[in-house]
Nanobody, 127 residues
């Protein structure tokens, strides 16, 4: 079992920045590829970004590429999402998720491939 707790959400003006954190506890954090997803009101949950176990392989949705950066600190059992140049359309509840894998390279944008989820943190971008 892995417990995930997101933090760092809030209200920011368009063009601003936020840094989300996701702290993991339970099983070995370095055995899990990590992902960020988001869900806006009335919309389905969508992929934002993912990072592999240890080699730093990363993957971004086209909508956030060049603006968001995912990273992880295995010593702190934490994954981060640095969000710059925020837009009103980035407004959503952001969730982190963990995918158990033995591959140092594996990352995924598929919701159903993730095993554990956090409770989410609200990000609101005003225009």
């Amino acid at each position: 079992q892995v417990q995930l707790v997101e933090s760092g959400g809030g209200l920011v003006q368009a063009g601003g920045s936020l840094r989300l954190s996701c702290a993991a506890s339970g099983r070995t954090f370095s055995s899990y590829a990590m992902g960020w997803f988001r869900q806006a009101p009335g919309k389905e949950r969508e992929f934002v970004s993912a990072i592999s176990l240890t080699v730093g392989n990363t993957y971004y949705a086209d909508s956030v590429k060049g603006r968001f950066t995912i990273s992880r600190d295995n010593a702190k059992n934490t994954v981060y999402l640095q969000m710059n140049s925020l837009k009103p359309e980035d407004t959503a509840v952001y969730y982190c998720a963990a995918q158990y894998t033995s591959s140092n390279w594996r990352i995924s944008g598929r919701i159903y491939e993730y095993d554990y989820w956090g409770q989410g943190t609200q990000v609101t971008v005003s225009s």
